[in-house]
């Protein structure tokens, strides 16, 4: 990647002397975008499929969107949760018609919607009389970097150095339905699980293990939390994947897009569970201000009113495509996992070289779980333009072929 002495040495430099480095960061230097497209500090245009990790819904700088924001913050932003203002019950209601869950909390971040539910579930049984602290995770999730929320994310290395966590959590694959319904016992608080499991590599559960679920539930009347952070509000083409999958949660956590790129997450709630938890129990100084619902409300508008969630399952099947015809020209491409705009391209090999490929040759992409390739391409994106990026993306997997690496 061609990049100046200018700025982008001088801003990782100056990062590197003041910034905690808990991320390790591509080494490109983003200061403007437009709808699918980021541009650098030299000028160099990129398609993005990442959308900052399935947050900027609407695409980059979208002009609705930035006005909404503009208007609120010239208006009124914040009052703190001590008083009302028109919309946050404006927002609940929209979430609550997408979703049939009829009560929203608001908070700030995915790992916070997460929290949320863990407190609520807990609260639920502990109003009942008859308290309940275990939780069921399943293998490859991931839930956020809190202390609750990584209680039930797998992943060792996130999770070892700061141990202890909550304790009472039991872990089942998501292949093995039967398992669960081992696993689960009048002792069960929740089962929590991602619809589609992002960060474990792009997992969309199967309709045989949302089942088991659903047969868990009943048997032991666990509740049950989906975490639709990164795979809810439209991104698969529906308004939430537990909907396609026939799931009945108690509890959703939300995150990611529902403020475009403004921070905001949200818990929905039941009336079952809503009609255990008091006042007091649980809240947040900035959960829900007005700048935060304004861009919420903005991002649900385009999605239901302009018919994004229409476009994101038309273009969705035109990845699909694209995506079983790289599989079948790249040998090591082992896997292609996804629905609508959330995609892993599973390889036979450590997929970290994809990344600084796709960026050399103008798009972006990520990496997790070790092998899979991830794409979540902002929900506007047409498929010319995701055309023209998978194209790029081929010729990324082409350079990266014959060089080395572990095979699987
Ligand atoms: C399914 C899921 N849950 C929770 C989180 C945590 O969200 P945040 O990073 O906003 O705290 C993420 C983030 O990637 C996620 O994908």
Request: hydrophobic content about 45%.
């Amino acid at each position: 990647m061609t990049t100046t002495m200018s700025g982008t040495d001088q801003i990782q430099a100056r990062e590197q002397r003041h910034v905690l480095q808990t991320y390790r960061r591509q080494p490109v230097v983003f200061v403007r975008g437009d709808g699918v497209r980021l541009y650098d500090v030299d000028g160099r245009e990129y398609l993005d499929l990442l959308s900052g990790i399935g947050v900027a819904s609407l695409g980059h700088a979208n002009p609705v969107l930035a006005r909404a924001i503009a208007d609120q913050a010239q208006t009124l932003m914040h009052t703190s949760n001590l008083f009302f203002h028109p919309l946050q019950g404006e927002l609940a209601e929209r979430l609550a018609d997408l979703s049939g869950l009829p009560r929203a909390f608001f908070c700030n971040s995915g790992a916070e919607a997460v929290e949320a539910c863990l407190k609520f579930a807990r609260r639920y049984w502990y109003t009942r009389g008859a308290p309940r602290t275990e939780l069921i995770a399943l293998e490859r999730s991931f839930h956020g970097r809190t202390m609750g929320a990584l209680s039930i994310t797998s992943d060792e290395h996130y999770r070892a150095p700061f141990a202890p966590l909550l304790s009472g959590v039991k872990w089942v694959s998501a292949d093995d339905p039967a398992a669960l319904l081992q696993a689960v016992s009048t002792n069960t608080a929740a089962i929590i699980a991602e619809p589609i499991q992002g960060e474990g590599g792009v997992h969309p559960l199967t309709p045989a293990f949302a089942d088991g679920i659903r047969r868990a539930c009943e048997q032991s009347g666990a509740l049950l939390i989906a975490d639709e952070i990164q795979s809810g509000l439209g991104r698969t083409g529906h308004a939430f994947y537990f909907q396609a999958l026939g799931m009945k949660p108690h509890l959703v956590s939300l995150g990611k897009a529902l403020g475009g790129g403004v921070p905001i997450g949200a818990a929905l709630i039941s009336e079952e569970v809503a009609s255990t938890i008091a006042y007091g129990d649980h809240g947040s100084t900035y959960g829900g201000n007005l700048l935060a619902c304004r861009a919420a409300l903005c991002v649900l508008e385009e999605l239901v009113g302009g018919g994004l969630l229409a476009q994101v399952a038309r273009v969705g099947q035109f990845f699909d495509q694209r995506l079983r015809a790289l599989a079948a020209k790249h040998a090591f491409i082992k896997e292609v996992r996804g629905a609508g705009l959330i995609w892993g391209i599973e390889l036979t090999r450590d997929a970290a070289p994809v990344v600084p490929a796709a960026l050399e040759r103008g798009v972006i992409v990520n990496r997790t779980a070790e092998r899979v390739v991830r794409l979540l391409p902002p929900l506007v994106i047409t498929e010319a333009d995701a055309g023209v990026a998978l194209e790029r993306l081929d010729a990324a997997f082409a350079a990266i072929a014959h060089e080395g690496g572990p095979q699987g």
